[in-house]
C-alpha cells in the first residue's frame, strides 16, 4: 500500500517561499501522476497542480508562475516550489497518488 508524507510547510511572509515535498512509498511511483491540493479553512479541497508520470506540469491558474511542481524519481519525490506567496495561499496542502492521500502539511502566509 502506497503510503505519503508531506513536508515543508510552515509560516512565511507574503512575499516569501516555501518549498513542499511529498514523499512516497512503493515501487510504483514513477509510473504516476501526483497531484496537489489544498484546503483553506472553510472552503473545499481546491487542486493545485499536477505533475504526469513523464514530467509533464499543470497549474491552477492563481499559481501560474509563482508555484513550481517537480518530481525526483529516484527518491520517490515531488516536490512544490512556492515563490511570491500571498496570504490567499494559506491552507493546508495534500499530496495525492492515485487512491493514497497524505496527512497534510499546513502553510500559513501571514505578517
Known amino acids: 500500500q502506497v503510503q505519503l508524507v508531506e513536508s515543508g510547510g510552515g509560516l512565511v511572509q507574503p512575499g516569501g517561499s516555501l518549498r513542499l515535498s511529498c514523499a512516497a512509498s512503493?515501487?510504483?511511483?514513477?509510473?504516476?501522476?501526483v497531484v496537489w491540493y489544498r484546503q483553506a479553512p472553510g472552503k473545499q479541497r481546491e487542486w493545485v497542480a499536477t505533475?504526469?508520470?513523464?514530467?509533464?506540469?499543470n497549474y491552477v491558474d492563481s499559481v501560474k508562475g509563482r508555484f513550481t511542481i517537480s518530481r525526483d524519481n529516484a527518491k520517490n519525490t515531488v516536490y512544490l516550489q512556492m515563490n511570491s506567496l500571498k496570504p490567499e495561499d494559506t491552507a493546508v496542502y495534500y499530496c495525492?497518488?492515485?487512491?493514497?492521500w497524505g496527512q497534510g502539511t499546513q502553510v500559513t502566509v501571514s505578517s
Open positions: 505533475i504526469g508520470s513523464n514530467g509533464t506540469p
Open positions: 512503493g515501487s510504483t511511483f514513477s509510473l504516476n501522476a
Open positions: 495525492n497518488m492515485h487512491l493514497a
